[in-house]
């Protein structure tokens, strides 16, 4: 088991960036694909980028592709979002997530999650 925690959220201009954080309280991350997903309100969850346990693959929303970068730091227990360019329509609590079941897209194939950690892009 983990359980995770973000950092990083808050309120930026569009065309800033933002760095978030996944850490694991409890337990260890190495062993997990990972993901960072967000859920703006009245929408449904959606993946935005994921990572292989060893950091080999790496999956993109296609509206995140060249702006968004999920890296994992697995000596540091640690996975990373760097979001730059960002658009209001990047509005969304953005939450940490761990499978079992290798590098997935859809949020029920995830089974740890953390809180959350809200960005909100506006000027």
């Known amino acids: 088991q983990v359980q995770l925690v973000e950092s990083g959220g808050g309120l930026v201009q569009p065309g800033a960036s933002l760095r978030l954080s996944c850490t694991a309280s409890?337990?260890?991350?190495?062993?997990?694909?990972m993901a960072w997903f967000r859920q703006a309100p009245g929408k449904e969850r959606e993946i935005v980028a994921g990572i292989s346990w060893n950091g080999g693959r790496t999956y993109y929303k296609d509206s995140v592709k060249s702006r968004f970068t999920i890296s994992r730091d697995n000596a540091k227990n640690t996975v990373a979002l760097h979001m730059t360019r960002l658009r209001p329509d990047d509005t969304a609590a953005y939450y940490c997530a761990a499978t079992t079941r290798g590098l997935q897209t859809a949020a029920n194939e995830y089974e740890y999650w953390g809180q959350g950690t809200q960005v909100t892009v506006s000027s």
């Open positions: 409890e337990g260890t991350l190495s062993q997990y694909p």
